[in-house]
């Protein structure tokens, strides 16, 4: 079993929301921060690789804000597409394996963003699309400070932890899985009804969640954001449900926050 958490894994991005839970849970990996490497540099990059010799590179770097992606495109590509592609060709040059986020988004891209993340998906050697949820989720932080929502029945998704995304990584990784996974929980729900499950975990009142046609909070593109979980069924890998993945982020989320 190919052992992870060690400074031979470097974690790009190690700030953001992902790159955060890789951190925590694998603390001898390196941490690459874009203080330390833009990625967009592409000579930057390859030397940046070369001289730290990776065995695995988790790209969890992103321009992620789809408003600041529609007003510069350029930018968005720049970080989304070539940043990528960078990383690629330096990890290639030193035998390591490249593994690429990507985000429901891709699945059916209706602006700059989610057609950024399509374009790099076939970049990574193994590239994971899923849609990742912490505490900070808008939806999650609501519940969490006991707050009435209108949740959306008409949106269909089922979201994963950054908690339950490392453990899968990690599996698929020790399978040697390779190409494009999809990963998320094991039911395709509502936006209605994960929220009426996050907040039963929470221990908040399922109530004060209203139906509504289309919630305020939901900036899915599309009416599905389902992730088809067969990729990693394949490598017999476990698929929580949503309550079990709730509850283990929780306790990892009280834990970890500052």
């Known amino acids: 079993m190919q052992r992870l958490d060690a400074p031979t894994t470097l974690i790009i991005g190690a700030n953001g929301r992902l790159g955060t839970a890789f951190r925590r849970t694998w603390p001898q990996a390196s941490p690459v921060t874009r203080e330390v490497l833009d990625i967009t540099d592409e000579a930057a990059t390859r030397a940046y690789i070369m001289r730290a010799r990776p065995t695995v590179i988790l790209n969890c770097a992103a321009l992620t804000d789809q408003r600041t992606c529609e007003r510069n495109p350029d930018r968005a590509r720049s970080i989304n597409v070539d940043g990528v592609r960078h990383l690629r060709a330096a990890a290639d040059a030193v035998e390591a394996t490249l593994v690429h986020f990507s985000c429901d988004r891709a699945a059916n891209p209706v602006n700059v963003y989610g057609r950024t ?57 020790n399978r040697s899985a390779r190409g494009l996974i999809e990963v998320g929980t094991r039911y395709r729900l509502s936006e209605y009804e994960v929220g009426r499950v996050w907040a039963s975990v929470l221990g908040t009142n399922p109530e004060l969640i209203t139906p509504v046609q289309r919630a305020k909070t939901d900036s899915l593109p599309t009416a599905d954001s389902v992730m088809s979980t067969l990729g990693v069924s394949r490598h017999n890998i476990y698929i929580p449900t949503l309550e079990e993945d709730a509850a283990l982020h929780r306790s990892w989320y009280i834990m970890n926050r500052d």
């Open 117 to 173: 993340k399509l374009e790099s998906e076939p970049l990574g050697h193994l590239t994971i699309r899923a849609r990742i949820y912490d505490g900070s989720h808008p939806v999650w932080s609501a519940l969490s400070r006991q707050e009435s929502l209108g949740l959306s029945i008409k949106h269909w998704m089922n979201p994963i932890s950054t908690t339950s995304l490392v453990t899968i990584t990690f599996g698929l990784l």
